[in-house]
């Protein structure tokens, strides 16, 4: 009965495959929680997340700029529309 052992070796291939996705799923767990750790006990209160008024985390210099250009765009296009309704009435 070859077809009998046939399913055998497809059974044991199963099992073989269901295992080693097992083993690398524990793996990766493993690895997560480790870097979970790592994160956890990392100082974050470094220097790196600070704002040093040069451009660093947040400017508020030139966020204000930028506003400002922001606005002048938009007086602008008002006038431009403006002006174009007003030639075409």
Known sequence: ?????QMFEAFEDYRRRRQQQATERDALAAQQLEAMKIFENADLSGSDFEDDNNGGFYDHEHRKKKDKRKDEKKIKHKRKHKTQNLSEA
Not at 1 to 5: E, F, G, I, R
């Open 1 to 5: 009965m070859p077809w009998l052992h």
